[in-house]
């Protein structure tokens, strides 16, 4: 069985300031990896997907995240937040023989002037 | 147009009242989800159905049904409400193609009292 860590809770930061949001991930068999962004009352959005190919992957709003396998870790970076970037991040795992997507526990990006 | 849509957005309910959750997806996908998202937003899957048939049924209260008359439906019928089923219920659709990515609704917030 697979499983994911997000090692911060809660990650404050101010504006134009750079990001970076850790998960590491457990598993036996190859997966695939994604990042989720949860704004306040809403459905999740993806972000970004690793599923094979360069380990640097770039994803919509700015945000790019790169795989590392021997350190199994798929770190979410943004070079320069901004106020709106504020929200639940979710790192998730799919394991490549099965449809089931198993998250993390989620890091608040807090994003203050 | 919304892609996956779900009702009601809200529901509040009393204890061992039943109640449905209705969810349409118009993107043609095969695979739909159902995941609750608890208060400490710990996101789970509950099940997983493909083409009208269920793959994934996780360990889940039998008190919790779901029905896919059609593969662009998937409702959950909740009987005999508990105070722990409270939380935020999304419905989530893919491709069944390996690695596609899930498109989430915009949730149902279940308030049991």
């Known amino acids: 069985a697979q499983s994911v860590t997000q090692l911060d809770s809660q990650v404050p930061v101010f504006e134009e300031a750079p990001v970076e949001l850790r998960c590491n991930y457990s598993?036996?068999?190859?997966?695939?990896l994604f990042w989720y962004v949860q704004y306040p009352n809403q459905g999740l959005q993806l972000l970004l997907k690793?599923?094979?190919?360069?380990?640097l992957v770039k994803g919509i709003n700015g945000f790019e995240a790169e795989f590392n396998k021997s350190q199994t870790s798929f770190h979410l970076r943004k070079p320069s937040v901004h106020i709106s970037d504020t929200a639940e991040y979710f790192c998730?795992?799919?394991?490549?023989?099965?449809?089931?997507?198993?998250f993390g526990t989620g890091t608040r990006l807090l994003v203050s002037p | 147009d919304t892609a996956v849509s779900q009702t009601p957005k809200y529901l509040v309910t009393q204890m061992g009242n039943d109640k449905s959750i209705k969810c349409e997806q118009n993107?043609?996908?095969?695979?739909m989800y159902w995941y609750k998202q608890d208060s400490k937003k710990f996101l789970k899957i509950m099940f997983s159905?493909?083409?009208?048939?269920?793959?994934i049924n996780e360990t889940v209260p039998n008190r919790f049904s779901p029905k896919s008359p059609d593969k662009a439906h998937l409702n959950l019928h909740i009987n005999s409400l508990e105070l722990g089923d409270s939380a935020v219920y999304f419905c989530?659709?893919?491709?069944?193609?390996?690695?596609?990515?899930?498109?989430f609704g915009p949730g149902t917030r279940l308030t049991v009292l």
């Open positions: 989530a659709s893919s491709q069944a193609a390996q690695g596609d990515e899930q498109f």
């Open positions: 598993s036996s068999v190859s997966v695939y």
């Open positions: 159905y493909n083409n009208k048939e269920l793959i």
């Open positions: 690793y599923l094979s190919g360069s380990t």
């Open positions: 998730a795992v799919l394991n490549t023989g099965f449809q089931k997507l198993v």
């Open positions: 993107l043609g996908h095969d695979t």
